[in-house]
């Protein structure tokens, strides 16, 4: 079936790195935009970045830019986002979501994986 | 682009018919999803571009509104409706969500 399954969250460090990974099955991953969305402790959903399906659109929140890069690796049907200088206003589950288009123009998250929790603290 | 969502939580019966709103900042066209989030699980998709129902939701939820003011309505409150609603733009390619709605069962 239709899944995305993350993996790489942890405790780190405030300052340092982490790197998340998104497996993707069921569907042609080629085909689709993906993003990365968070969620910190209690808070609501904060989108983060997307990717276009061959890698030449990219945009991140303004709360990310220049820290965070997001990647994919189509012939292993995977997404990621590597994080740099991790502060603890990081803190969040991250989840990777699906972008579909709808009429050619209007784009939704019509699959989210479980998501992956990291943790930024001394 | 902001989104404001009100109320930020409601307690309703079931049966009871229930109405969230969603106010861009800016005209946003009909560039607006809604999802539903369970306590402990990832979002789903309700709505997309404003009033088109995803597939494999129930018809009793319903999207409304267009350019600035938007509203998600349940029209019979069902159990498993419970959960926190929230609103996402895309007409700006900075994407952002609304601050959500808790949505609890009397």
């Known amino acids: 079936q239709v899944q995305l399954v993350e993996s790489g969250g942890g405790l780190v460090k405030p300052g340092g790195s982490l790197r998340l990974s998104c497996s993707a099955s069921?569907?042609?991953?080629?085909?689709?935009?993906m993003s990365w969305i968070r969620q910190a402790p209690g808070k609501g959903l904060e989108w983060v970045s997307y990717?276009?399906?061959?890698?030449?659109?990219?945009y991140y929140a303004d709360s990310v830019k220049g820290r965070f890069t997001i990647s994919r690796d189509n012939a292993k049907n995977s997404l990621y986002l590597q994080m740099n200088s991790l502060t603890a206003e990081d803190t969040a589950v991250y989840y990777c979501a699906r972008v579909v288009y709808y009429f050619d123009k209007y784009d939704a998250f019509d699959i989210w994986g479980q998501g992956t929790m990291v943790t930024v603290s001394s | 682009i902001q989104m404001t969502q009100s109320p930020s939580s409601l307690s309703a019966s079931v049966g009871d018919r229930v109405t969230i709103t969603c106010r861009a900042s800016?005209?946003?066209?009909?560039?607006l999803n809604w999802y539903q989030q369970r306590p402990g699980k990832a979002p789903n998709l309700l709505i997309y571009?404003?009033?088109s129902l995803q597939n494999g939701v129930p018809s009793r939820f319903s999207g409304s509104g267009s350019g600035t003011d938007f509203t998600l309505t349940i029209s019979s409150l069902q159990p498993e409706d419970f959960g926190t609603y929230y609103c996402?733009?895309?007409?700006?390619?900075?994407?952002?969500f609304g601050g959500g709605t808790k949505v609890e069962i009397k």
């Open positions: 996402r733009q895309s007409y700006s390619t900075l994407l952002t």
């Open positions: 800016q005209n946003i066209g009909n560039f």
């Open positions: 069921g569907f042609n991953f080629s085909d689709y935009y």
């Open positions: 571009a404003a009033s």
């Open positions: 990717i276009s399906s061959r890698t030449n659109i990219i």
